[in-house]
Every structure is written in structure tokens, then in C-alpha cells.
């Protein structure tokens, strides 16, 4: 989906597309500071990846650090291809060179996992994963303890931040499925801001109905039935 595809519909809804005319809320923002739509698109896509962090989820091959205590995937220090804003799972072991699957891992409780884990234990296959977003969304851990001096490779799924959208011609990244709420939020950004098209009631129904289509589109997904894992028994 192309940010002029949301765009669009939100000049349509503010009646901002009449031939001739200059628009009042350009979708490119100016040089002399002005905002456009665009940065407010921006601005949607980051709260979208904030309630479905599912959303933006990359799979890949991660390199770990030495011991138990994990940082959320960074370019610079994992080999990752984005950087993580938090992590959903680690599905299973790659190895030390990246590419030879493994054994699967298990995520457990934090408090569980650090209870009643040997801290002094490393190897270099992980069995457990531990993560709680609202306790510290930077930091997970891993049992056993990765060895130091070691490449130890899983593969993990993790949220990454939304790409910064600086042209209409480029992709959100999301399925058309999400149109409605991107549209929705936009149009409650303009709408709720100190300007000649602010209406604070208007604004607070059009935050309504991105809420009502994010919880749409959490119903639809949940329904789907999950596919069964491919990873069994390190093929």
C-alpha cells in the first residue's frame, strides 16, 4: 500500500481536492517548516507499530551477546537488518555461522526462567527465551548463558520501526487492511491541532473510529487459525 493510497482519502474527507484550488494540508510538508499530511502518516504508522507490533515484523537470523542478558536486535551489534522497538519471539538455534538450523526455543516467564536458571551455565544452544514488554521493552534473556568468544545465531521475529515515509510514492510497509485506521488518525491529528480546520468533537470521533478499526482488524487476524510452526525437530 502507496502513502498516496491514505492520502488521498483523507484530502477527499477534509474536501481538499478541488481542482484549481490550493490545498490547504499539502501532503509534502515545506522548507519553511510547514506541516504536510505526510507527517502526520508518519505519525500513525508509529502508533500502529505501538498496538500491533506484529505489524512491522521482521524474521531473521540474529547474532546473540556473550551471557543471558540480551539487548532488543540492533543493526550495528546483532547483524540485524533493522532496529528492533521490541521483540516478539526467538523461534530457533542457527548456529555459529547463521544458516544451520537448530533446535527450536521456548519462551518462559522471566521471573521463572531467572528463578530458577544456573547463571553460571553457558553453551551455545539456547533453550529458553524470557521477555516482558511493560517491565523493560529494551532487555530480554536467554538460558543458558551464551558462551563468550562464541558466534551463536538464532533466529528471531521482532517489531522494527516504521520506515520514515518522505515521498507518496512509497510503500507503508502494511497490507491494505489497515487504510481505514491510517486514514482515521490522520484525520484526527488534522482535526485535533490549533488550525482553521481544528473541531475537537470531530476529531475525537474519527480517534474512535481508528480504535474501532484496529480492534476490527485484531478480531479478523485472531479468527484466522495459525499456521503449524515449519520448525520441527531442527529441519
Known sequence: MRAAEVLRLVSGALQDLEPGLESRWPWEGGDDGRIGLLDFLNDALRAVGMQRPDAFAVTEP??????????????R??????????????????GEDGETPGPIIVSVQPTLLLAWTDA????????NFAYDRTTNPDVYYVCPAVCDHADVWVEATYSAAPTVITDPD??????????????????ASVLDGDNESSNTN???????????????????DGSWPKAKSSVQGGA
Not at 540474529?62 to 543493526?75: H, N, S, T, V, W
Not at 512509497?170 to 484525520?187: C, R
Not at 474501532?212 to 478480531?219: D, P, S
Open 77 to 94: 551489534i546483532h547483524s540485524a537488518s533493522h532496529d528492533a522497538v521490541a521483540l516478539i519471539e526467538l523461534v530457533r538455534n542457527l
Open 202 to 220: 470531530k476529531a475525537s470521533y474519527h480517534m474512535q473510529l481508528y480504535a474501532q478499526a484496529m480492534g476490527i482488524k485484531l478480531q479478523v
Open 170 to 187: 512509497q510503500d507503508l510497509g502494511l497490507p491494505d487492511s489497515y487504510t481505514a485506521a491510517l486514514k482515521h488518525y490522520v484525520l
Open 120 to 127: 553460571a551455565r553457558s553453551a551455545r544452544i539456547v533453550e
Open 62 to 75: 540474529i547474532r546473540l551477546e556473550p551471557g543471558m542478558r540480551q539487548r532488543l536486535p540492533r543493526r
